[in-house]
């Protein structure tokens, strides 16, 4: 491995650089796409040189799309507040409920524990449709079809047990005799909980929490199946995009690059956290 | 030593008998999802077991596993298996033997490939459904940048997704474009996490490497492949984001898998028995897959452990 000769390091860096063209290519087209106009997306053969533009997130900024035809009205904005709103509150309420519950199950062995563990473990990879359905019929009864609340509990369903696989670990791989040596010198439940545990599984919470994030963003059919076009996430709404803005691409390929920016910046700027989060929760998940 | 114990000892009963009530409050939630996982599952097992039909409730009635009858019989339901099965032998193949050469690759920690596997971490962030469309602007008859390059190959009139035979290639690509890295990412923690004298000891014999690559390398790789294996196996097979945001299933049922299958049956043709069938054999599909995984993953686990 460390005496590689000449010939192998140039089919390495051919490998490489063939690799990171296959992956990195689309996105880089597609951020080229929305800064131009549908002339220069539509010539033959396709050119490098124009002059960028920033008319298409100008017309998905104020909602209005000016085609041939006339003006669209498409409300792209609202599915990305939608995105913001099920995601950040999905996970606020996963980590509020779902930390407390990993500390549960990795100090305490009680009745019932091994029970709702393999439930949520079996039907962790259950087909989402299977559940999202019969929901979908119930929640037309409790009135909590197409409601940010329905859409929010749904979302649990991924959110919560990710975050409980992820910070169980971590918290089991915490030695308990700290907490312990806290409890004796007197505090309470809670505040050993909040000082000693807590900030130890710190990373291992960032790492869940991040992942949990991605996940919710990512997710289509949740909102497909549960959400009318006022409550879509981008997801959903790119789609919908397409077939209402017909053939306005460079708007497409704009909406595309917003939907897609706020993960991939979170990849970037916390990699490492994802790529632990990830591997640990594919180990012991 | 015997005092600490004993100190260990009663903070544990104190522990415990402080707060028997508190792991049963705090795991609540959990118990909740359960519940609200449990209740439309059963709920599915229901319906499947009805003649049911949002169109016709008045012909709602219990018809004791006639849908499922119906079902083995209907040339479509085999289809629907067909392409499920080729979509996921295609997808997790490619990106088996993918993500394991990348991850040779960039085995070394050196900057360059610590900056390659940040930019590889990208795709799999894309949620599948916009990946799916950004393939399918780059495929575009009119403009797509890969019908152009097709073109250029000097091959005339190639319809990617739009035409039954290049379909399922099209929709596979895409698949491998998004969790190639996945596969990528667990098999380079496991070779950044193997033991090294194995390695130091081959090559002070002058072992050849593709022998250590297959004797050494990929059987103490294997409780790492298995897992990333497992978990592509069981999405893969119940694809929906990417083949639905690409073509719905068609042309015609070309890419008609379980979850695609289940959606229409449900929205479209409002056959919720049919949907909640075919929902349910997925389901026993992916349940059978993941416990046979684990059990070779527990013994292969082991198997690493004694040898070493």
Redesign the interface.
Known sequence: ?DHASRLERIL?GI??AA??L???F??F??LL?SFQTNET??????SMAFAPTLSNYAALLTGRLDTAAGTLDIDFMQNLKNSVILSVFSVAVALL??V??A???A??K?R??ED?AF??L??R???????????A??FQDIGLADTYIGLI?VY??IC??LI?WIVRGYFEDISP?V???Y??AGHS?FATFRRIALPLAGPGIAAAGLLAF?FA?????FA??LGSADKQP???G??AF?TASGIQ?GQ??AA?VL??AP??A???YA?RY??EG??LG??KG | MAVTAD??G???R???I??RA???L??????L??I??????F??VY?SLQRYRLSQPWAREMNWGETYWQLLTDPSFWNTLQVSLAYTFFAVGLQLVLGL??AL??Q?RTR?NNV?S??????????????A???K??T?P??G?LS?FVTLLGVEDFRWASSPETALMTVVLVDV?VY???IM??LL?GLRSLPRQP?EAA?LDGVP?SFVFLRITLPMLMP?IL??VL?RL??AI?Q??II??MTQGGPGNTLMV??VE??LN?FQSTN?AR??AL??I??AI??AI?NVFIKNWLRLRERARGEI
């Open positions: 491995m390495r490998a490489i690799m990171v296959f992956f990195m689309p996105i087209w597609i796409m997306i539509l010539r033959n053969p396709p409920l779902g407390p519950a500390y549960a199950f100090r305490h009680f019932g524990s709702i439930t949520l079996s039907f990879f259950a087909p989402p449709l299977l559940v999202v359905l019969p929901l019929l119930y509990w649990q369903l919560l047990p409980l005799d907490e312990y040596a409890r004796i439940w991605i963003w990512n997710n289509f059919v497909l199946v981008v997801t959903v790119a789609l397409v691409y497409i390929a595309v939907s897609i993960t991939l979170l990849a970037i990699q994802l790529v990830l591997s594919a180990v | 100190i260990d009663a903070a544990r104190r522990f415990r402080g707060t508190l792991p049963y705090l795991s609540l939630p959990a118990l999802v359960c609200g996982i449990l209740i439309p599952f709920t599915a319906y050469g990348i690759l960039l070394e360059l390659v940040i930019m590889l971490l990208l795709p799999l962030m894309t949620a599948p459904a916009l990946a469309l950004m393939w602007l780059m575009n009119n403009f940048i152009y474009w190639t890295p996945f990412i667990l923690a390695f090559a490497r790492y897992t990333a978990f069981l999405e119940q929906f984001d639905y945001a379980f979850q289940a959606y449900f919720v949907s909640a929902l349910l997925l389901w992916t349940f993941s």
